[in-house]
C-alpha cells in the first residue's frame, strides 16, 4: 500500500483469531477499555456495541460490531459468535506495542493456539 500521507503518522494493526470465552456485550466492553489502557492509549468516550437483533442477517454472521473512541483515533471490533471468531482493528495516530496488543488479546479472549496478525 503507497503512503499517499507520509506527513500524517497512523498505525495500524488487525488481529484475527478463534476464542474460547462467552462473549457478551459486557465483556466486549471491558476488552475495549482494557486493551486500551494496557497500551496507554486514552479513550474520550464509552465503547459503542451493537448486536443486530435475531432474524436481520444470516444466522452465522450473527456477534458484535464494536468501537472504541481514542484520542488517537480508534479500536474496532468484530465478533462471529456461532464461529467464535473475531476480528480486531487498531487504527492510532499515536505508536503503540503491536506485541502487547496481541498478547492481551490472546490472554482476555482466551484464543486457540493460532492468531493472526497484520500490520499495515
Known amino acids: 500500500m503507497k503512503n499517499i500521507a507520509p506527513h500524517i503518522y497512523r498505525q495500524r494493526l488487525m488481529v484475527e483469531a478463534f476464542y474460547t470465552i462467552d462473549v457478551t ?3 466486549l ?10 497500551l496507554d492509549l486514552r479513550i474520550y468516550g464509552d465503547p459503542i456495541i451493537f448486536s443486530p437483533e435475531s432474524g436481520m442477517g444470516k444466522e452465522e454472521n450473527q456477534g458484535f460490531d464494536a468501537f472504541v473512541p ?9 465478533v462471529w459468535c ?15 506495542d503491536e506485541k502487547k496488543a496481541i498478547e492481551y488479546t490472546k490472554d482476555f479472549f482466551k484464543i486457540l493456539p ?7
Open 114 to 120: 493460532e492468531v493472526e496478525s497484520l500490520s499495515f
Open 70 to 78: 481514542l484520542i488517537d483515533s480508534g479500536i474496532s471490533a468484530y
Open 82 to 96: 456461532a464461529s467464535k471468531f473475531f476480528s480486531v482493528l487498531f487504527y492510532t495516530c499515536k505508536g503503540f
Open 25 to 27: 456485550k459486557e465483556k
Open 29 to 38: 466492553d471491558t476488552y475495549l477499555r482494557g486493551v486500551a489502557a494496557h
